[in-house]
């Protein structure tokens, strides 16, 4: 069984890695659908508190496939999970990286750039629609998410900030 899961995991998170044109936000909605809507490995809850823990947490957010492939499946999950989710990515921007140094100054190379920048920025927002969908949930956090919004728009403020006084803000307006 647990060999199953880790295989599922490794074909799962693998793929994953090969779609994530515009960084890892791009994948979180086929993330979340596989998780949660194919396999019901995760709630909803659990995805959106570990997507908020990636976000959080010091370093790259998509980390967050770590505590995802650790809650599966233990600290072999997380490993496997890993590798299948960065290993893939590694070796496709290496290749690519050398081939795009090759193209430099070439009218192709300047045409798919300008091409691929609205997929990527389409992915990215796709992704942000997929967390605000399921966090979400009330008026409180309909609140939060439009003032942390405006804030962001109008100045300059590290995010990590303001995940900590929403999510502070949460608690305590639950609590009452």
């Known amino acids: 069984m647990q060999a199953t899961k880790l295989l599922n995991l490794l074909w799962v998170f693998a793929l994953l890695s090969l779609v994530a044109v515009g960084g890892g936000t791009a994948v979180l909605p086929e993330m979340r659908r596989i998780l949660v809507g194919h396999f019901h490995w995760l709630s909803d809850k659990q995805f959106r508190e570990i997507y908020s823990i990636g976000q959080i947490a010091p370093g790259p957010n998509m980390l967050m496939v770590l505590v995802i492939g650790y809650r599966l499946a233990g600290a072999l999950g997380a490993v496997v999970v890993g590798l299948a989710f960065f290993i893939p990515d590694c070796f496709i921007t290496f290749s690519v990286n050398r ?30 629609y997929t967390v605000a969908k399921i966090s979400i949930v009330d008026f409180a956090t309909g609140a939060i998410a439009v003032a942390v919004f405006g804030i962001l728009y109008f100045r300059h403020v590290n995010p990590a900030i303001l995940i900590l006084i929403g999510g502070a803000i949460t608690y305590l307006v639950r609590a009452w």
């Open 99 to 128: 081939l795009w140094k090759h193209f430099e100054g070439s009218p192709w190379r300047t045409a798919i750039q300008r091409g691929m920048a609205p997929v990527a920025i389409g992915l990215m927002l796709s992704g942000t």
